[in-house]
């Protein structure tokens, strides 16, 4: 019933930029936290940035200064604008958001598919 469609994944240079775009569309009656994580080969995949609808953001602590998250409510889409990035930074980055829908009475997780960030000379 929720459906996230990432976008704006690719190859780029170290200290390069990437701007990652997650649009949320189905049935829902309304999305509560949305966010940003990643999975490097043979790791967990692990939070990179988070939003509330309230605009309370949280990163992790590696792209503090680098990443920013950013949210349009009105569209349900949340951004990922990623400078300064490093080769620890390639992994495939997931969208997350937190939805309520008609007929449930708890909100659950939802994930976008992924999309491939490549950071690399």
């Known amino acids: 019933q929720v459906q996230l469609v990432e976008s704006g994944g690719g190859l780029v240079q170290p200290g390069g930029s990437l701007r990652l775009s997650c649009a949320a569309s189905g049935s829902f009656i309304g999305i509560d936290d949305m966010g940003w994580y990643r999975q490097a080969p043979g790791k967990e995949r692990g939070m990179v940035a988070t939003?509330?609808?309230?605009?309370?953001?949280n990163y992790v602590d590696s792209v503090k200064g680098r990443f920013t998250i950013s949210r349009d409510s009105a569209k349900n889409t949340i951004y990922l604008q990623m400078n300064s990035l490093k080769p620890e930074d390639t992994a495939v980055y997931y969208c997350n958001a937190v939805a309520l829908i008609p007929g449930r009475v708890r909100r659950s997780n939802y994930w976008g598919q992924g999309t491939q960030v490549t950071v690399s000379s």
């Open positions: 939003i509330t609808s309230g605009g309370r953001i």
